[in-house]
Nanobody
Framework: QLQLVESGGGLVQPGGSLRLSCAAS?????????VGWFRQAPGKEREGVSC???????GYIDSVKGRFTISLDKGNDVVSLQMNSLKPEDTGVYYC???????????????????WGQGTQVTVSS
């Protein structure tokens, strides 16, 4: 059974850091898989944040460039998202997802992703 499990969310003050992890089970994140991180704030659409694949490299939306870093641990099938200099507008439920379409910089389309995790809450507040 293909499964993605997120971990690492929590409450952090503005300017703080969190590291999210997405563990894949039932499949291997090989060359063709793209893993993306999405977030959804209350009352807003789910938006793509970052993606990575061995084939395409990594991509980020403008609002997180220079603050977030995505990485792929191929040996353990884990994708991590290091989030620094967090802002209140980064608050939301963060989801990881896997698919086969190209990982672009600046934009992620949720319709390109076939498998989704359950999400982890990130709250940035003083």
């Amino acid at each position: 059974q293909l499964q993605l499990v997120e971990s690492g969310g929590g409450l952090v003050q503005p300017g703080g850091s969190l590291r999210l992890s997405c563990a894949a089970s039932g499949f291997t994140l090989d060359y063709y898989y793209v893993v993306g991180w999405f977030r959804q704030a209350p009352g807003k659409e789910r938006e793509g944040v970052s993606c990575i694949s061995s084939r395409d490299g990594s991509g980020y939306i403008d609002s997180v460039k220079g603050r977030f870093t995505i990485s792929l641990d191929k040996g353990n099938d884990v994708v991590s998202l290091q989030m620094n200099s967090l802002k209140p507008e980064d608050t939301g439920v963060y989801y990881c997802a896997a698919g086969f379409e190209e990982c672009y910089d600046d934009y992620l389309d949720k319709n390109d992703y076939d498998y989704w995790g359950q999400g982890t809450q990130v709250t940035v507040s003083s």
